[in-house]
């Protein structure tokens, strides 16, 4: 599909994926040939109907208008200061979607971070050595407006506009069990699903995630609030930063 620009073509707003009541959306590639295969964009629109992706080579098509509204920018990192350029270009009242950069190996990390914290466009990372359950669950966060960083890769907490990093891990595997969760007692599933929450992941993602019904988070949930002694998972997921951050120093 051509795009056209902003001024050719007006977003269809309406139109609704009938299999799941979602508006319909779309996912922007930009990315050189064969940095992102057709195999992970069969399995983004298999997991999301109501997503449509569209991949592009020139940084232009992130200016451009689509049949449906822009709902995420995957990014070759190579990319980023020609997005950072074009972005200073927009107005206030036409801000970019969420942008996440592609990181195709592990041992680019360090690059990524580096660009992601001087980055005014760029929330996010996906890496594509990720379990393909783990992988959609991270697109599905970010399509909710989250954003995920794999191990490794954290926020400084001197940039304001950057919350704590995040300690979920890549894979599915526990985290590093904190002193005070150990001490309430939590079990090590209990613990990787409270990751998961302190991610910002909902209940589903987490499910998907861990090949988990919904119910059984929910047991999970229930019983990491009552040993916490908290009231609801943001209490329990703030403890859990708190408890890591406090292991690392």
Not at 104 to 110: G, I, K, M
Not at 139 to 150: A, F, K, Q, V
Not at 202 to 209: M, Y
Request: proline share 8%; with cysteine.
């Amino acid at each position: 599909m051509d795009f056209k620009s902003r001024d050719e073509q007006n977003y269809d707003m309406s139109v609704i994926c009938p299999d799941t009541g979602h508006p319909r959306r779309t996912m922007l590639v930009l990315a050189s040939q064969g940095l992102f295969p057709p195999s992970m964009v069969h399995a983004i629109e298999r997991e999301f109907p109501w997503i449509t992706v569209e991949q592009r080579t020139e940084v232009a098509a992130a200016d451009a208008r689509y049949r449906f509204p822009l709902a995420l920018i995957l990014l070759d990192p190579d990319l980023l200061a020609s997005l950072e350029a074009l972005a200073a270009t927009r107005g206030r009242d036409q801000p970019l979607p969420v942008v996440g950069l592609i990181e195709q190996e592990s041992r680019d990390r360090e690059k990524v971070l580096t660009l992601v914290e001087r980055s005014r466009v760029a929330r996010s990372v996906l890496p594509m050595n990720m379990r393909l359950d783990v992988w959609l669950s991270v697109i599905r966060l970010m399509l909710s407006g989250g954003e995920y960083y794999p191990p490794m890769i954290k926020r400084e907490p001197e940039v304001p506009r950057h919350p704590a990093a995040s300690l979920e891990p890549a894979t599915v595997q526990a985290p590093a069990k904190p002193t005070a969760l150990q001490l309430a007692g939590l079990t090590p599933r209990e613990i990787e699903v409270l990751g998961m929450v302190a991610l910002g992941m909902q209940n589903k993602s987490i499910a998907s995630a861990f090949s988990l019904s919904e119910h059984t988070v929910k047991i999970h949930l229930h019983n990491i609030i009552a040993k916490l002694g908290v009231h609801n998972r943001t209490q329990a997921a703030a403890m859990y930063r708190e408890a890591a951050t406090n292991q690392e120093r």
